[in-house]
């Protein structure tokens, strides 16, 4: 069985497709998309040897030749570099714009063939099917594309939206336990900043997600979806409210950038981190509940996830270094930081000009150094 959500976005709009075994129905559900029945595969080196004869087969039953373009796995390949490479293959594959772009695998991937396809000849169609549950939940849906460059996280890139988006639950039963709980994090997300019934199942069966047990893990994918689409129908380029979106972002980029985009701190990771942080400066400044900031911190810490600095690294993070990583924040405006915070579970809030003084005295609270 399989559930659809909507993308409502008009001319634009898609479905996010998600259920068991949709890899084997891709090629059925994906020719409506391809006029010239070619299909470029991007995909990482693990992704495909796990399922690239999955889908490759499911789009040539359908009669699309799928072309793999086939790419090193890791944050380092959403680069410069990696986009280069991914262009020039597709150049060489001449694809044109009769034919799509599939983004098979984790975020990474999605940021990255998301936006070679935005850029391709002008832009070329493009389909999602997500393979890590962060890129379920989150990457696949919305049209963010992007890669990061020395200066700061996915500073370059476009709004590209997908055709459609086919999330196949099956294939995260080979993802590893880690990845798991970096995904789950986005998961929590939107508990935190606008469904406190959500956050609460959570708290009461988040163990089950991550175990991946059938029934928890379709509903927590499928309502996470529900809040995304809904708040990109309304707000799709960022203009207002899809910054909620960003809860624990502006901490968890900023560590990403100190940590260097890698294995160390996982974006997931970065993001469970920053929400316990968003909450703890929330209370801080006194605009939510202590006792609020200490339960989203155990809902994330549950789940095996940093919640302080200290669990990011043992060696304290440069509180004026991390500073100047949110200043490159695409939220920020003149120099001026914009934060997502907290008015108490369930209910973030854009905050805009968060005075430099406060937060840094709060980092330093926080273990930072000076
Ligand atoms: N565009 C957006 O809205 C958005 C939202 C959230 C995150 N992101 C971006 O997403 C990226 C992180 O994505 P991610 O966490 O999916 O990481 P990822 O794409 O690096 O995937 C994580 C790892 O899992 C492996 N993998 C993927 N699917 C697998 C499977 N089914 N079985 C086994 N292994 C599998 C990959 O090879 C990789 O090693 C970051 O760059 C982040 O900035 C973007
Ligand atoms: O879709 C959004 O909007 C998000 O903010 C989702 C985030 O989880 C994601 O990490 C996004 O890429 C961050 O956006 P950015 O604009 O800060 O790069
Ligand atoms: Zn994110």
Not at 13 to 27: H, K, M, Q
Request: charged residues 25%.
């Amino acid at each position: 069985m399989s559930r659809s959500v909507k993308v409502g976005l008009g001319a634009r709009a898609y479905e996010v497709v998600i259920g068991r075994g949709l890899l084997d129905e891709a090629g059925a559900r994906i020719a409506p998309f391809v006029t010239r029945r070619r299909a470029a595969v991007v995909s990482d080196e693990t992704v495909w040897r796990l399922h690239g004869e999955r889908l490759a087969g499911a789009l040539e039953r359908a009669g699309l030749a799928a072309l793999p373009v086939v790419i090193p796995p890791g944050e380092q390949t959403k680069s410069w570099a990696g986009l280069a490479d991914v262009s020039d293959r597709l150049l060489a594959l001449e694809l044109d714009r009769g034919d799509l772009i599939v983004a098979f695998g984790g975020g990474v991937v999605g940021d990255l063939a998301g936006f070679a396809a935005a850029i391709y000849k002008r832009g070329i169609d493009f389909v999602q099917v997500p393979t890590t549950l962060l890129a379920q939940v989150d990457s696949s849906v919305g049209g963010k594309t992007a890669i990061d460059t020395p200066q700061g996280k996915n500073l370059i890139g476009a709004f590209h939206q997908p055709r459609l988006v086919l999330a196949d639950l099956s294939v995260l039963d080979t993802l590893a336990d880690r990845e798991m709980r970096a995904g789950y994090a986005e998961v929590i997300k939107y508990g935190l900043l606008g469904d406190f019934a959500f956050f609460e199942q959570l708290e009461a069966r988040g163990g089950e997600v991550l175990a991946r047990e059938p029934e928890a893990l379709a509903a927590a994918v499928a309502r996470s979806v529900e809040m995304k689409a809904e708040i990109v129908a309304e707000d799709e380029k960022e203009a207002g409210r899809r910054a909620l979106l960003n809860l624990g972002h502006t901490f968890g980029h900023a560590l990403e950038a100190e940590t260097g985009y890698g294995e160390a701190l996982l974006h997931g990771e970065a993001v469970g981190a920053g929400m316990a942080l968003a909450f703890r400066f929330s209370a801080r400044l006194g605009l939510c509940p202590a006792q609020d900031a200490e339960r989203a911190s155990r809902a994330i810490a549950a789940a095996s996830l940093p919640t302080r600095l200290s669990d990011v690294r043992p060696e304290p993070f440069p509180a004026d270094r991390l500073i100047a990583h949110m200043g490159q924040d695409k939220k920020a405006e003149g120099g001026r930081l914009t934060f997502i915070l907290a008015r108490r579970l369930g209910e973030a809030f854009v905050a805009k000009d968060v005075d430099p003084g406060p937060l840094r005295d709060f980092l330093l609270s926080e273990g930072a150094s000076p």
